[in-house]
């Protein structure tokens, strides 16, 4: 795996921090994966480099595999506590990630709102981010921030605002990026494009917080399909360390195993797919 910028950037700017990753611009499975976690990163507001996330996992699953493995001296159930150990992690940078999107979207609206008072008092394009992003608190003002400082270093407006989505993860920011960079090469009414962007994600926002209220039910039922088996395994290989390689001595169980494992990760993928889409941001 490489080190690389994600966006290309002017030589004067060559100051900025780069941001490290995974992805290269190799096309592959891994490289998919290696993007996934690269966005994750970003998007979670971790301070910490991935590379000490990734020895965090290393270090966790070493921990927790060999703490098994000298309690029972069962290489399944240490081979399943490595597992355990590797994710935690990584789920806790979804659980930062979830929870800072959420305040992201919350923080949208007003945002652009002032914004647009900012704009309607006559300032510029510049001199209302600057403002916006000093008044807004973090999360959002901290991106915001990191726009700005981009344009006192010379950057244009679509290039300092460029990363901005990426770094949310939020349709509605990618909506006013878009926004703010047709405005900014064809003009027209900004102050009007404000409002009615301002209504929309508003919009938005209230029809997926009653998509999510009427589908809760249904996403806990999903989630508890996908926790459940793993967690009935789990429970009977730490209860009884010889439960698994009695299963795997018969023919007719290893193969009922395997089974078992395919179509319950095919079933997870749909299941994750179905749940994304229901309540994408």
């Given at each position: 795996?490489?080190?690389?910028?994600?966006?290309?950037r002017p030589d004067f700017a060559g100051i900025l921090r780069d941001q490290e990753t995974f992805k290269s611009g190799d096309a592959g499975v891994s490289n998919d994966i290696n993007g996934w976690f690269d966005r994750l990163m970003i998007q979670s507001g971790w301070r910490a480099s991935p590379s000490a996330v990734l020895a965090l996992c290393l270090l966790l699953s070493v921990a927790l595999g060999g703490g098994v493995f000298v309690l029972q001296e069962n290489p399944l159930t240490a081979a399943l506590a490595f597992i355990i150990g590797s994710t935690i992690p990584v789920l806790i940078a979804i659980l930062m990630r979830s929870r800072r999107q959420r305040e992201l979207n919350r923080q949208l609206p007003g945002m652009i709102d002032e914004l647009s008072r900012a704009a309607r008092a006559g300032r510029s394009l510049e001199q209302c981010l600057q403002m916006v992003a000093n008044d807004t608190p973090a999360p959002l003002g901290a991106e915001l921030k990191l726009c700005t400082r981009r344009i006192e270093l010379g950057l244009p407006?679509?290039?300092?605002?460029a990363e901005l989505p990426l770094r949310t993860g939020l349709v509605g920011v990618k909506v006013l990026t878009t926004a703010l960079a047709v405005h900014r090469q064809t003009g027209g009414d900004l102050i009007q494009v404000l409002e009615r962007l301002s209504r929309?994600?508003?919009?938005?926002?209230?029809?997926?917080?009653?998509?999510?209220?009427?589908?809760a039910a249904s996403r806990a039922t999903a989630l508890l399909m996908i926790v459940l088996p793993p967690?009935?395994?789990?429970f009977f290989v730490f209860r009884d360390p010889a439960y698994l390689p009695n299963l795997l001595d018969s023919p007719w169980g290893s193969r009922s195993l395997v089974l078992a494992i395919a179509l319950m990760f095919v079933g997870i993928l749909w299941v994750m797919r179905i749940l994304r889409s229901s309540t994408k941001t």
């Open positions: 795996m490489s080190v690389q910028v994600i966006n290309s407006v679509q290039s300092a605002l929309t994600i508003r919009d938005r926002q209230e029809f997926q917080g009653r998509l999510q209220a009427q589908t967690a009935i395994l789990a």
